[in-house]
Every structure is written in C-alpha cells, then in structure tokens.
C-alpha cells in the first residue's frame, strides 16, 4: 500500500503561482510513475502532468510551458510548480502514484493504484 498526501492548493489571481507538493508513504520502492490530475466542477478527471521513476516528465498541452513536475526522491515527494495560472485552471488537484500498465495508459485516470485527498486551486480573473 501507498499513501500519498497532497497540499499547497489555494486561492491565487490570474498570472500567479502556486506549488503543489504529494508526500508519498509505504510501499514506495514499487512506484512506477506519479502524476497530477485536476477535475473541475462537472467534469471528468484530466491528467495534468506524470513523472516516471527515472525522472522523464511529461504534460498536457493546456499546461506545457506553465507548470513544472519535479520529484525528491530523498523526500519521497513529487512537486507540481504551477505558474502563469489561468482561471480555467481552477480545479481540485489530486496527486496519483503507480500505474501498473505503463506510460501508454497514464491519461487513465481508472489504471492509477493510489490517490491523495485532493488539494484546492482557485485562480480569480
């Protein structure tokens, strides 16, 4: 089992930046992959950013070039730094950990092991 925490959402104007941080905990040494998600009021759960074990990252078109996923292994945390946040990026981000059928499937939300809580994001205009 892992257990992942996320926090550092929060309420930020448009053109801000804020830093998402998911602690993971357990079985971690089986962790292939964690990734970001967000999902906005009505609609499905999209994948934000994902980052392999040996560090490649990857992004969704609507936020290349404005966020940045990072991990400290020592820490056992990944990183989601997000700037240049638009309003359309207002959602509940949730940090995920492992997917067991591998890069091909990260953008399945239903193939990711381990969840977070979720953690707010509230850009303003």
């Known amino acids: 089992q892992v257990q992942l925490v996320d926090t550092g959402g929060g309420l930020v104007q448009a053109g801000g930046s804020l830093r998402l941080s998911c602690a993971a905990s357990?079985?971690?040494?089986?962790?292939?992959?964690m990734g970001w998600y967000r999902q906005a009021p009505g609609k499905q759960r999209d994948l934000v950013a994902v980052?392999?074990?040996?560090?490649?990252?990857n992004y969704s078109n609507s936020v290349k070039g404005r966020f940045t996923i990072s991990r400290d292994n020592a820490k056992n945390t990944v990183y989601l730094q997000m700037n240049s946040l638009k309003p359309e990026d207002t959602a509940v981000y949730y940090c995920?950990?492992?997917?067991?059928?591998?890069?091909?499937?990260?953008?399945?939300?239903?193939?990711?092991?381990?969840w977070g809580q979720g953690t707010q994001v509230t850009v303003s205009s």
């Open positions: 995920a950990a492992h997917n067991p059928e591998g890069s091909a499937f990260y953008k399945k939300a239903d193939l990711w092991n381990f």
């Open positions: 357990g079985s971690i040494r089986s962790i292939n992959a």
């Open positions: 980052i392999s074990s040996g560090g490649s990252p």
